[in-house]
């Protein structure tokens, strides 16, 4: 791409998000199923938010789908399974963890395996993906 890139703050929130992905993974070992589903999404935030300090833009918010088009503003193409996954993701962040979130019940009772596995899939596809970008910039 042609752009300065900071390889260490890169680095630094790029081990975070691989940090929280083996968490996540671990939750699922263990059936905490709403914990993965929140710790996937965090992971991709760190991942994406680093990709966007090391390329010196800021990096704020939650909302995943607005940190992918942020990189888009910038010139990075973001496709369509990514945005997806990013949506995927976003969806998690709140009901994952708040009770009020729902009329009655637990988050951990609105969760199974199968919505882990798609959180679990979704993060791995944007670390992927913010990966082979990274290494474009020259990483």
Known sequence: ?????????????????????KSAENDAAGGFWNWVCFKAEQAAQFAVKGLLRALGEPAFGHALTKLLSDLS??????????QKAGKILESEYIPSRYVDAYPSGSPYEFYDAQRAENSLQACREILKFVEEVARECGK
């Open 1 to 21: 791409m042609g752009v300065l890139f900071d390889n260490t703050e890169f680095e630094r929130w790029f081990k975070q998000a691989e940090q929280t992905l």
């Open 73 to 82: 503003k910038i010139g990075v193409p973001v496709p369509e399974d990514i």
